[in-house]
């Protein structure tokens, strides 16, 4: 099961996916295509993701 995509940045920097989103992106379940993104999608789901994290809670 993945993690949802709001607590990605709590274990993983999001903006690391972005070679990967370009390179394509193998899941590893035969039913599911691989699939790769151009520049500009990359970059707009890039900051989908960082849009969405959780904030910690201010003091």
């Not at 193998?26 to 691989?34: D, I, L, N, T």
């Not at 999608?41 to 201010?58: E, H, W």
Request: charged share 20%; glycine share 4%.
């Amino acid at each position: 099961m993945s993690p949802p995509f709001r607590t990605l940045s709590a274990s993983y920097p999001v903006e690391s996916l972005a070679e990967s989103f370009a390179e394509g992106v193998f899941v590893g379940h035969p039913v599911m295509p691989e699939f790769r993104l151009e520049q500009q999608a990359v970059d707009q789901l890039l900051a989908y993701l960082v849009s969405i994290q959780d904030r910690p809670a201010r003091p």
